[in-house]
């Protein structure tokens, strides 16, 4: 086989690139000598010796570090690194790694927030001092919220009564019981440090979100004549229509979903805010007999999200009303009732202020089961509307000590003691609260006659069991003393 002989111009072209390769070589040798007496580091032999100066030559060669000042501080790392001769090539390698990233993460941390871009060829640096651009195309719904004012939905500033004080240590116990109960331990779910404070912001904010029966109206018997001829009677929101949802709604809670009966009155108090707001703005418009059994799912859907754990999926909820709305139109409902009500889901209910009443008059479980039954039965009656939450409970807790006294005879400073007196805004034997007890008497005694048998049941049924004290069954042992708390003046 032939082989053709080199000509004088590829022999040339060969010499060239000869040249060039040993010059970048040479160039690149001559720098990084340069940059380690610049260091005072190890001399080359050092370097050659772990194997890094061919590294270097190649790094450099590939154009990774553009500037000298970046080669400049892999160096003085790699230097600094190799300074224990007994550390082998790849735990150098792995200290130069690890120290090349502190290195950049200092500089970030370091590197203060600014607006601007700077322009470096240094990737490194670049890449630590340029600011993320906030892109054009933006979510719709964020460009929908940037449109509402913030203070749509912020509360004005509240300021707090002060109805119980705050002093000594006789907030925790009874007057009579102070030295015996100061060495006992307390739970640390009472919250004894702030619940003063807590009561009075609790006491502000009932005054702040007032309920008025005015929203109930009495049946029209006027008719109207619609455009055929005919004629029908319009339809309103009346005391017996909230009765028999507020009836179906306890028996969602108690005997369906099992619920508990903060969420209940949360959910009750919820129907009442909202049917308030919408009937004071049209009496005719949105709640109509159709929607009524929407809004008190949605409020149900509400109230189980913000007191329970885990809330009814909303398939349940459709089923429960016979499939006649869909789970878009429960959700739209939950939406608009949040929209309406500002999002302001703080309002105190009777349980809260009847746990507290119980704690400092020292009830026993019968007590506070008789106080639960009351509170419960006054979310039926239209009369008990106009009272507030604390009224409500300090009512209960009257009659339930007035009920376990068993005397007709009881006086006001019997059933309602000095520490109740002390602690609470009815300090007195008031009319608010000698009107609020004759009013749940009432209620109570109209059951017994006879009178509201249908939406009460599920209640009574209820505390006859004995976890809660058979309540109920005492309440009906002692009609005789309803009876005269119903129609008699308190003494």
């Avoid at 000869?18 to 010059?23: L, W």
């Avoid at 959700?331 to 507290?356: V, Y």
Wanted: hydrophobic share 35%.
């Amino acid at each position: 086989m032939l082989v053709p002989r080199p000509t004088k111009a590829s022999l040339a072209r060969q010499s060239k690139i000869r040249d060039s390769i040993a010059g970048s070589m040479t160039t690149t040798t001559i720098t990084l000598k340069s940059i380690h007496n610049e260091q005072n580091t190890k001399s080359e032999n050092d370097l050659s010796k772990i194997g890094l100066a061919k590294r270097g030559c190649i790094v450099a060669k590939n154009h990774l570090f553009k500037r000298r000042k970046s080669l400049n501080k892999l160096v003085a790392i790699v230097s600094g690194a190799s300074l224990d001769n007994s550390t082998s090539d790849g735990e150098t390698l792995k200290q130069v790694i690890v120290a090349s990233l502190t290195e950049n993460v200092k500089k970030i941390e370091l590197e203060p927030k600014t607006t601007t871009t700077t322009t470096t060829n240094n990737k490194e640096n670049c890449s630590s001092k340029r600011s993320i651009p906030i892109s054009r195309k933006q979510p719709a719904a964020a460009a929908v919220a940037a449109k509402i004012p913030v203070d749509q939905f912020i509360n004005e500033e509240i300021h707090v009564e002060q109805i119980e004080p705050v002093d000594s240590n006789s907030q925790f116990f009874p007057l009579d019981d102070q030295e015996d109960s100061l060495d006992e331990p307390i739970d640390p779910t009472y919250a004894m440090d702030y619940i003063a404070e807590i009561m009075n912001l609790l006491y502000t904010l009932e005054k702040k979100y007032p309920i008025q029966s005015t929203f109930l109206t009495s049946p029209s018997l006027s008719m109207t004549t619609i455009a055929n001829g005919s004629a029908i009677r319009p339809w309103k929101l009346t005391g017996k229509h909230r009765t028999i949802v507020v009836g179906w709604l306890i028996q969602l809670f108690y005997t369906r979903f099992h619920l508990s009966q903060d969420a209940l009155h949360i959910c009750i108090g919820l129907l009442d805010r909202f049917l308030q707001k919408s009937m004071n703005e049209g009496p005719s418009g949105f709640v109509t007999q159709k929607n009524l059994q929407l809004i008190a799912v949605a409020t149900f859907l509400v109230a189980a999200k913000v007191e329970e754990t885990h809330h009814p999926p909303v398939d349940e909820l459709v089923y429960v009303t016979d499939h006649a709305y869909t789970g878009d139109q429960v959700k739209r409902m939950e939406k608009k009732i949040l929209h309406e009500l500002h999002f302001e889901l703080n309002r105190p209910t009777s349980l809260q202020f009847l746990r507290r009443y119980s704690f400092i008059s020292s009830a026993g479980d019968e007590q506070h089961a008789i106080g639960k039954f009351l509170i419960d039965m006054a979310l039926l009656d239209v009369g008990c509307i106009n009272l507030v939450p604390s009224l409500i409970a300090a009512s209960a807790t009257y009659i339930a000590r007035y009920l376990l006294n068993g005397n007709l005879s009881s006086t006001f400073d019997e059933c309602w003691p000095i520490e109740l007196q002390s602690r609470t805004p009815y300090k007195t034997q008031s009319t608010s609260l000698i009107n609020a007890v004759r009013i749940l008497a009432q209620c109570l005694d109209q059951y017994f006659s006879g009178t509201n048998t249908k939406e009460y049941e599920i209640l009574v049924k209820r505390y006859e069991h004995e976890q809660l004290s058979k309540a109920s069954l005492y309440c009906s042992q002692q009609r005789r003393l309803i009876h005269h708390l119903a129609t008699e003046s308190l003494h």
